[in-house]
Structure formats: C-alpha cells, structure tokens
C-alpha cells in the first residue's frame, strides 16, 4: 500500500454511472471540460468496485442500468458512503420515480434529456454547499478526548496522544459518527481511499493500534480518563458508542 493522494478540491471527483455510450461519453467528456474528474462505470458492478477504490465527490447515477436495479445501487452507496453527493439521471418522469430516488438517498435529479449546462449548475452548487458545511470543522469532544481535524491533533484532557495519520482518521470517522455502525467497505474507501482495493487486514492493525495508544496514554495520565468506546461489529464494521 502506497502513500495515498491527496484529494485534488481544485478538481472534484465525479464518478459517472451510465451504460448508454453516447450519454456516457458526453458526460465525461462534458465534465473534464469543465474543471471534474470523471470517471465512467457502464454497470452497477463495476460503479461498487469503483466507488470503493477512491473517496469520490459525487456520482452521477442512471437508474436504468443492466445489471442492478438503480434505487437498490443509490441506496446502497448512500449506506456506505454517508457523505456522497449522488445525483440520480433518469429518464422516468413521474414524481412517484423521482421520490423513490429521493427516498433511496439521493441529493438531487435530472430528467433525461437534461443539458450540460444545467448538470454543471447543480453540481458546483451542491459542491459549493458541502464545502461551506464541512470545514472547517469543529473538534470533536468523544469522552475527555479531543479530535481537533483542522489542527490534526488528538488530545486527552490537554495532552497531546501521538496517532499515526490513519489512527486519526479512523477515530475521526468514526467520532463524525457517533452510534452509527460504519461498514469495513465506508471506512476503507474514506481512510485509504483511491489505494485501497481488496483485503481489509490493514484496517484491523490500524484498530489495534489506535485502541493501544489509545489506552496508553489513559494509563500515563495524571486524570481519570473517559476514552470512547468502539465496539467490533463482526463481519460488518465498527461502532464508537455514543455518549462517550
Ligand atoms: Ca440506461
């Protein structure tokens, strides 16, 4: 596993899910034009695969795919990527399909035939609002710990607790999701990003180690300390308890 790159915000990611050619090759085209990142996935298999392998800004998602059923990819992306922008492209016009993509988690959709123009509208300002929603972010207080993500640092009642860059943002992803089972697959894709692709082993040494330090560093201190509990869901993921 190599160093991961940087996220490009210059540069947004988009990841295009559309099995039409023509639709699809103007998409992309239209989007690397015009300052994204496209990538372009003609199934719902391979739109999984894809959206694991790197932390994406948005996904542009046709309902109407051969091999999964839209809804079931939107909702299914929703629940492993809380934080993903998804628009759904459709070309059903009735509002009982457009709520039903709605309910299945996206943000937004477009009516085929729908113009470039009008796609790009609502892309920046979708992006626009996230940027403003995000940073910069206030620390996270879990029990008598500190995650303080602009400053990247963890402390406990002051001290600082020195965490390798996953472990803090592990416990960062974690802590933004109090009482939430986050699935194996969310926090792979959200920690490592576009270099991950396959064994999740390296999520485990990572958990070992953050609880580790973690505890340490309970143990050094001159206080009694409330560290926050994460529990292993097995086969699924991990959960930090809310209220820690
Ligand atoms: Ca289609």
Redesign the pocket.
Known sequence: MGTPAAPDRSRPSVLVV???DT?GRHLETGLRGNGYTPTWSRTGTSALTEAARRAYDAVLL?????DLDGLDLARTLRTRFPDLLIVILT?RTDDIDVIAGLDAGADDYLVKPFSLTVLLARLRAHLRRQTIASPPQRPLRLGDLTVDMTARRCTLHGTDIPLRPKEFDLLALLGRHPGEAVPREALMAQVWDENWFGPTKTLDVTMAGLRRRLTQAAEASAHPCRLPRITTLRGHGYRLERGA
């Open positions: 559309e099995d039409d639709i046709d309902l109407g795919l051969p070309a």
